[in-house]
């Protein structure tokens, strides 16, 4: 009986380190989208906040396509 | 197929309904978050994760290939030990339905081959340590990474979004709750529905049809993709509802937090090479996700209930194998009288979950309490049912004799239906 602690603490670490990044890109997008409406409802328009949102929201759906990519590997 | 024995039919038969009850016992893994949340409507949240289950099943091979993972020894197993096995894992399937608890169908399968095993050739054909390091460990570890990183990243997305306004917020998380729900639908279905193909691959290569080694036939990945799809379509209602309103309230933030953490520690521990149980890993992240909101709540209770379920799956799913393979191995009367307890106790479970149905339209009612499963129309009959499964503090004799029907099983029938 051995217990392979390595792979155990990858799996922690890198769930650990991927979800709370993942879930932070999104609360930056979410957050940047929000900014921009905002602006927009007052006439005006924020660029970077924009651009910043499709950045968050690009790189967590490069994540899905990656973890998609892992399940049909 | 002409060499196809009655044994082996009844065998497939019972894979199929395995695959069945896998399917709508793990719906709520996938879809609990999105439903309690409100991303998606009910049945719009089960219809998908049942056609993202069924693309699943078609994507790769792998797993079914390696049904047992080494837990028992796969030489000489027979079709009546497969049938055992089936039978017990089905049943405690059906019986933590129920009740309302989530809880691994890979471990009431593995618990059952171990018992089923045990009955046939004695304990050397069961490779203990590998209990240890596939079952237990990940057991335990499976809900405290999945609840850590849950934990973790629903405390920043309060912080990060504090200033954020709730129209846009509420939108965005639902397309990315819907996002990771199917993202687990989808390894669900590549991983449980591989499993019912290597359980019928194995009866067939044990009952001579199939070459030992071979890849599962064409029709076997069909069937087992369309049991377990319907099988989530219906939907464990009861498991969903424990799931996404029983242990804790879910805000959207939350309900995406525990969703992406499932996703991310079940697609790593399965390419990371140490693999966790979905039911474990999504119900620690829906705790996690709990604990991460300021002022949010987990429902120790049904915690511990669902933790004391997790408990039993193996030495209960076990026993009623043990039993079964007894009794089966009495020859074609064995056989058939196994056959015959299973489909009356599925009968009786059913019959006991319409005294209070839970369904598409109830899913997201909860009393006023917060807890769930104390139900609204007939509460004896649930209450009744968590005091059996519920052990005493004294320790697990008790709870076995209330959980188990009696070792010579089909004349217990009407026993244990009363217990339950």
Known sequence: ?73 | MEHITLLLAIVIVTALVFDFTNGFHDTANAMATTISTGALKPKTAVAMSAVLNLVGAFLSVEVAKTISKGLVDETGIAPEVILAALVGAILWNLLTWLIGLPSSSSHALMGGLIGATIASIGLSGVNGGVVVTKVLIPAIAAPLVAGMAAYFSTRLTYKIGKNTAPKAQAKGYRSGQIASAGLVSLAHGTNDAQKTMGIITLALVAGGVLAPGSNPPMWVILSAGLAIALGTYLGGWRIIRTMGKGLTDLQPQQGFAAQTSAATVILASSHLGFSLSTTHSCSGAVMGAGLGRKGGVVRWSTATRMFVAWGLTLPAAGLVAAVAEFVARQGDWGVAAVATFLVVSCAAIWIISRRQVVNHTNVNDVDADGTPDSGDAQPGVVTTAIAAVTPPPAGAPADLSATIPAPSAPPTESARSAAV
């Open chain 1, 1 to 73: 009986m051995d217990i392979d602690w390595a792979a155990l603490g990858s799996v922690f670490g890198v769930s650990l380190v991927a979800t709370v990044a993942l879930v932070g890109l999104f609360t930056l997008g979410v957050q940047g989208l929000s900014k921009q409406e905002a602006a927009a409802a007052e006439g005006g328009s924020a660029p970077l906040a924009r651009t910043g949102a499709y950045v968050c929201f690009a790189l967590c759906t490069a994540a899905v396509a990656y973890g998609i990519s892992l399940i049909v590997a």
